[in-house]
């Protein structure tokens, strides 16, 4: 059964730092990409930062320079180093890992999701 277990969430001041974590198992085929996506009160969910198994990285402009994404292809984790963080940052945060399913022998790229860690800074 694959699952993504997120840790990480909490509480911080503006300008403070949060780190979370994505723990990946049970998955039968390779992790093409991780990334981590985030949903605020009464808004969408939106693309936070992503980052491929090769290490290629992609960022929401609105993190660019202020979050890290990383990721550990042999323990299957990603991270997400959050620093100099606003009140604008406060929302859930998803985890996500892109794999592969077989329907009628045709390999298709899934999404699966975290639980959801709950980031709020305050003012």
């Known amino acids: 059964q694959a699952k993504l277990v997120e840790s990480g969430a ?12 994505c723990a990946a198992s049970g998955f ?12 605020a009160p009464g808004s ?3 693309l936070v930062a992503t980052i491929s198994s090769g290490g290629s990285t992609n ?4 993190v660019k320079g202020r979050f890290t994404i990383s990721r550990d292809n042999a323990k299957n984790t990603a991270s997400l180093q ?4 606003k009140p604008e940052d406060t ?10 399913i077989y329907d009628s022998t045709v390999p298709i790229l899934v999404d699966y999701w975290g639980q959801g860690s709950q980031v709020t800074v305050s003012s």
């Open 10 to 21: 909490g509480l911080v001041h503006t300008g403070g730092s949060l780190r979370l974590s």
């Open 82 to 85: 959050m620093d100099i963080l």
């Open 28 to 39: 039968r085929f390779n992790i093409v990409a991780m990334g981590w996506y985030r949903q």
């Open 59 to 62: 960022y929401a402009d609105s």
């Open 44 to 46: 969408q969910r939106e």
């Open 91 to 100: 929302a859930v945060y998803y985890c996500n890992a892109k794999s592969y």
